[in-house]
């Protein structure tokens, strides 16, 4: 079946440093593969998608690129912050239908100091 | 539009008795999902709707917990009795297609 394994955490890391988080998938065909984001006290946020192999998604400075040959999707920032402290999720999703649930990696925990 | 409403957002209950989680999805959304999220277990999916009909309660723990969805406009998860072992925080999600939008979920301390 499909799954989804995110690095293990927690990161710290410090203002103004690259941020690298990997995300490396098992699925059979094409799903899509979304970042989420949950912020102390919060639910889920959808921070980027893409949809099929070699698209990139961006938003708020994070990027990351599905890459079919390796199966994976890393999260990237060139320059994070304090207020992006949080957990983030990579996840798989199968579209619409009965398998329109997503697959959720574990999480990792980052946090960003001064 | 207000997002996914949750209700109550905390919860403090003691063992053995109901506790009833709502959920109003976002206008639109044919998609519902119940989530739970603890430190030990992470996020896991519990059971999720289409059109108000349940299509995979393969995640409910156990029969004490059911979930409903009569309109297309609430759904509820409800614990009966619950258990300390049942302390967590749920979220509901609901979505469009494929992308999920989360709720600000349920706080829920059982005694």
């Known amino acids: 079946g499909d799954s989804v394994t995110q690095m293990e955490g927690p990161v710290t890391l410090s203002e103004e440093a690259f941020l690298t988080i990997n995300c490396t998938y098992t699925?059979?065909?094409?799903?899509?593969l979304f970042w989420y984001v949950q912020y102390p006290g919060e639910g889920l946020q959808l921070l980027l998608k893409?949809?099929?192999?070699?698209d990139k998604g961006s938003n708020k400075g994070f990027e990351a690129t599905y890459r079919k040959e390796t199966t994976s999707f890393h999260l990237e920032k060139g320059s994070v912050q304090v207020s992006d402290s949080a957990v983030y999720f990579c996840?798989?999703?199968?579209?619409?239908?009965?398998?329109?649930?997503?697959?959720f990696g574990k999480g990792i925990t980052l946090s960003v100091r001064p | 539009d207000a997002g996914v409403i949750q209700s109550p957002r905390h919860e403090v209950t003691e063992m053995g008795q109901e506790v009833t989680l709502r959920c109003k999805p976002i206008s639109g959304h044919d998609y519902l999902f119940w989530y739970r999220q603890t430190m030990m277990r992470g996020l896991e999916l519990l059971i999720y709707?289409?059109?108000?009909?349940?299509?995979?309660d393969s995640g409910m723990p156990e029969d004490r917990f059911s979930a409903k969805m009569p309109n297309a406009s609430f759904s509820t998860l409800k614990i009966q009795p619950s258990e300390p072992r049942d302390s967590a925080v749920y979220f509901c999600?609901?979505?469009?297609?494929?992308?999920?939008?989360f709720g600000p979920g349920t706080r829920l301390l059982v005694l």
């Open positions: 709707f289409n059109n108000n009909v349940p299509i995979d």
């Open positions: 699925a059979t065909g094409y799903p899509s």
């Open positions: 999600a609901t979505s469009p297609g494929e992308t999920q939008y």
């Open positions: 893409a949809t099929k192999a070699d």
């Open positions: 996840a798989l999703g199968r579209g619409t239908g009965a398998n329109s649930k997503l697959t």
